[in-house]
């Protein structure tokens, strides 16, 4: 069945970085838009970068413009999202999922990674 494995994130202090990673397996990698969304409790989920195919084009929220990164490596059937200068409200559960540019996440969900930004 279709698996979304999220890694990377943990506590770091404001203005500190972290590289998420999302493996993926059954799923035609190659042939999807990828996106990272984030989740606070109590709040919808939020889109903050998408991906296209060949991870050319990319494209970020307004909150993570200029401080995150998305890339892909369609060898690996991998996702990153590599976020820098954090910030206290960075603090959420990040997932990955196909989505943005108009096609909608798939139905299954990984676990997410929390990540926190405190001091």
């Known amino acids: 069945q279709v698996q979304l494995v999220e890694s990377g994130g943990g506590l770091v202090q404001p203005g500190g970085s972290l590289r998420l990673s999302c493996s993926t397996s059954n799923v035609f990698f190659n042939n999807l838009i990828m996106s990272w969304y984030r989740q606070v409790p109590g709040k919808e989920r939020e889109l903050v970068a998408t991906?296209?195919?060949?991870?050319?084009?990319?494209e970020y929220s307004d909150s993570v413009k200029g401080r995150f990164s998305i890339s892909r490596d369609n060898a690996k059937d991998t996702v990153y999202l590599q976020m820098n200068n954090l910030k206290p409200d960075d603090t959420a559960v990040y997932y990955c999922?196909?989505?943005?540019?108009?096609?909608?996440?798939?139905?299954?969900w990984g676990q997410g990674t929390q990540v926190t930004v405190s001091s």
């Open positions: 999922n196909r989505g943005g540019w108009g096609f909608s996440p798939l139905d299954v």
């Open positions: 991906i296209g195919t060949r991870g050319k084009l990319t």
